[in-house]
Nanobody
Framework: VQLQASGGGLVQPGGSLRLSCAASGFTVARASMGWYRQAPGRERELVAS???????NYGDFVKGRFAISQDNAKNTLILQMNSLEPEDTAVYSC????????????????WGQGTQVTVSS
């Protein structure tokens, strides 16, 4: 199993980025997956998750700005990020995990290497 995240970069406040997580060794459409982020000095936090049934959940801080999706033809997990704020600056990583009995995403052992997102003017 391999996960490779890409698409990060430097963007001005209010800008957009599209992150991709290319998967190999399993089928994204049959997995529950999530995007996490970690800023310097802060704990890693869940940004968005998508279950194998297609249910989507987002961190409260997203406030409708991000969208998680799948590109099944490319076996890739996508995170479209709009209206970016300096507080969104972090390393973003993708993960294959699962959904517990409460419907909450939990992380698994498969992680991508992360892609840096910097929001600054």
């Amino acid at each position: 199993v391999q996960l490779q995240a890409s698409g990060g970069g430097l963007v001005q406040p209010g800008g957009s980025l599209r992150l991709s997580c290319a998967a190999s060794g399993f089928t994204v459409a049959r997995a529950s997956m999530g995007w996490y982020r970690q800023a310097p000095g802060r704990e890693r936090e869940l940004v968005a998750s998508m279950s194998k049934s297609g249910a989507k959940n987002y961190g409260d801080f997203v406030k409708g700005r991000f969208a998680i999706s799948q590109d099944n033809a490319k076996n890739t997990l996508i995170l479209q990020m709009n209206s970016l704020e300096p507080e969104d600056t972090a390393v973003y990583s993708c993960n294959r995990g699962g959904i517990d009995w409460r419907g909450r995403y939990y992380s698994g052992v498969d992680w991508g290497q992360g892609t840096q997102v910097t929001v600054s003017s």
